[in-house]
């Protein structure tokens, strides 16, 4: 049974810095790994989606890069805002095209 | 494109009671939907996933009786707590996948919070 766990599982960071989330999965056979953030009280915002095929995924201030044979993911967020303060999460879409999720790094962003 | 809604975005109910929640996908046909609950500070947990047409595969520990879900055409799937209880307070948050495009990938609604008082 495929198992995502994130590390950490909170974060906090002044506003400017890098930061880098980390996501590990146990079954290596998949089709995509996507990232998403999550605001309190809120649905899923797709942020990336990395097919089996390829190693890293580019949107704006967000790189996410996929390590399929070692079972890591990293979400590397440049510049971090305030605004980027939410909970992130990775799921895998695995053999049963089914997404498993972990259980997400709720990362803060001081002013 | 790829747009999920949900109904209702929050509901409260009183123990013992029904509720239906609907989930539609408002630009695209959905052959596949999935139900998540989450609770407070914790990951999504898939409940169960509907095929149009198809009975609904629940996943182990998910009730089918309590929580049936009807996936009657391409665009709209209800989940129905039924008898509900305290303990059913969550947030509920379901997803659909078009066979186009990039298939197989799930595109969410915003998510529906169950109280049940």
């Known amino acids: 049974k495929q198992e995502v766990t994130q590390i950490p599982a909170a974060l906090s960071v002044p506003e400017g810095e890098n930061l880098v989330l980390n996501c590990s999965f146990t079954?290596?056979?998949?089709?995509?790994l996507q990232w998403f953030r999550q605001d309190p009280g809120k649905g899923l915002t797709s942020l990336l989606l990395?097919?089996?095929?390829?190693r890293e995924q580019t949107s704006g201030r967000l790189n996410a890069s996929l390590d399929k044979s070692s079972g890591r993911s990293t979400l590397y967020i440049a510049a971090s805002q305030p605004g980027d303060s939410a909970t992130y999460l990775c799921a895998v879409d695995g053999s049963a095209r089914q997404l498993t999720f972990g259980s997400g790094t709720q990362l803060t962003v001081l002013p | 494109g790829a747009v999920v809604s949900q109904h209702p975005s929050w509901v409260i109910c009183k123990s013992g009671t029904s509720v239906k929640i609907e989930c539609r996908s408002l630009d695209f046909q959905a052959t596949t939907m999935f139900w998540y609950r989450q609770f407070p500070k914790q990951s999504l947990m898939l409940m169960a996933t509907s095929n149009e047409g198809s009975k609904a595969t629940y996943e182990q520990g998910v009730e089918k009786d309590k929580f049936l879900i009807n996936h009657a055409s391409l665009t709209l799937s209800t989940l129905t707590v039924t008898s509900a209880h305290p303990e059913d307070s969550s947030f509920y948050i379901c997803?659909?996948?078009?066979?186009?495009?990039?298939?197989?990938?799930?595109?969410f609604g915003p998510g529906t919070r169950l109280t049940v008082t």
């Open positions: 079954d290596s056979a998949i089709y995509n």
């Open positions: 990395i097919q089996s095929s390829q």
């Open positions: 997803s659909a996948s078009s066979t186009s495009g990039r298939a197989y990938e799930q595109y």
